[in-house]
């Protein structure tokens, strides 16, 4: 089965805010088996609206579109719905009893004559209930294909479509079996990785693909497979990732999209009892950021000082002024005294340090553009790495934020086997 997602907005076109609701219900989809044909966005007018559905008609089994459905008068999907198929709008007193709820339950708003005709909806429609607004969706089908409205509020369509449109689909449709596996890899490019693995991945079946997702420091390895033999995909998927691990196991630190890096980390860092902490300066608390983001986090991660000018890392750290001018803030010797001063500062068993000239220009450095030190710090020493990830500025910090969780991955696992 497939599907395209619509996104209606001219606010998406003229770059004022990003589309995240495509992704979201891609997912959502690809879950259920429903491959995502395309991703458009339009804009907020009545012939392209109606053109761009005339154009999906039959060519896709749902056509999913998000945005104009609020009580404003340039909100026009309902209408043009009414327009597609031959329709006229009616009131839905469920939908209107719902709406008047809402609106008792935040005594500042009145609720208004606007606010009530959302409960008009095209007669020929199955309603989804919108539990956190007053916009319903539209469920409409014509020929072979189903045209399904939703709110463009992201937590309004979000609910719908986990509690009215997947499970309507899953009960009314038969749908293939898809399967996703990311192995997540660490510490080699995307050319490098694909020449290590190019004989396993020219042998993989002709219904598993294999897709290189890179970014800064890491790749991403994604497998599917879709067959209407769901124990047949399982088997080779595991199958195929086991001889895989037998090739580049070295790099591999986790498997699937929420086995991020700093979530293997949490889990390395609660096995073993240990804690972190960082001092950052030219990853401005990336780090730090990614390894709080992580549920439970403040079991291991003890905190962070960003320590971005010179000055804050004499006064907070306690970084000598003559270590500093003698050897440069951007240098081995300033990188080794901030891990040993925040490992100290935060009592930790392990200590991340980062120094470096990010661009684009020199600052009080005097590196080339591009240099990091990498500094860190664990119970019996201090290791200092040197890179230049070249530019531009943002390469240059995901790519020192990626290589600093890296080495903190491999050293927790020395030590473990030590």
């Known amino acids: 089965m497939k599907a395209t997602i619509v996104t209606i907005g001219d606010e998406i076109l003229i770059g004022q805010i990003v589309d995240t609701n495509s992704g979201f219900i891609a997912k959502a989809l690809d879950k259920i088996g429903v491959a995502v044909h395309e991703m458009i966005s339009i804009s907020d007018d009545r012939q392209h609206i109606l053109d761009t559905f005339a154009k999906l008609q039959n060519q896709v089994d749902f056509v999913i579109i998000t945005g104009g459905l609020g009580p404003t ?150 497998l599917t497979a879709r067959s209407t033999d769901k124990e047949l995909i399982e088997k080779a998927i595991a199958d195929n990732i086991a001889s895989l691990t037998q090739i580049i196991g070295d790099i591999i630190v986790g498997f699937d999209e929420d086995e991020t890096l700093e979530v293997v980390l949490g889990r390395l860092l609660t096995l073993h009892n240990k804690t972190v902490a960082t001092a950052e300066s030219c990853t401005g608390g990336k780090i730090a950021q990614l390894l709080s983001s992580v549920a439970g986090a403040s079991n291991y991660f003890k905190g962070s000082v960003v320590s971005y000018a010179t000055e804050t890392k004499v006064k907070v750290l306690g970084i000598s002024e003559e270590l500093i001018k003698k050897h440069s803030v951007v240098s081995a010797e300033v990188a080794k005294a901030m891990a040993l001063s925040i490992q100290k500062l935060m009592q930790t068993d392990y200590a991340i340090a980062t120094t470096g000239n990010a661009g684009p220009t020199k600052g009080d450095a005097d590196a080339e553009l591009g240099t990091v030190f990498i500094a860190l710090a664990s119970a019996n020493e201090v290791v200092v790495h040197e890179f230049n990830f070249g530019q531009p500025r943002e390469k240059v910090i995901d790519r020192a934020v990626n290589k600093s969780m890296e080495l903190l991955q491999k050293e927790i696992l020395k030590t473990a086997l030590d």
């Open 73 to 222: 008068k340039d909100d026009i999907t309902k209408h043009t719905f009414c327009e597609y198929f031959q329709d006229t709008l009616v009131r839905n007193q469920a939908i209107e009893d719902h709406i008047v709820k809402l609106f008792a339950k935040i005594s500042t708003i009145t609720l208004s004559q606007v606010n009530k005709d959302q409960a008009l909806i095209p007669s020929k429609c199955v309603p989804l209930h919108n539990a956190f607004g007053t916009a319903p969706g539209m469920w409409m089908q014509k020929e072979n294909t189903v045209f399904i409205s939703l709110p463009g509020v992201p937590f309004e369509m979000k609910a719908i479509v986990t509690n009215e449109i997947i499970p309507k689909i899953v009960k009314e449709y038969k749908r293939p079996y898809i399967l996703h596996k990311t192995i997540l890899t660490y510490g080699q490019g995307e050319s490098m990785v694909a020449a290590r693995i190019e004989d396993w991945e020219n042998n993989l079946p002709p219904f598993i693909k294999l897709a290189y997702l890179p970014n800064p420091g890491r790749v991403r390895l994604r």
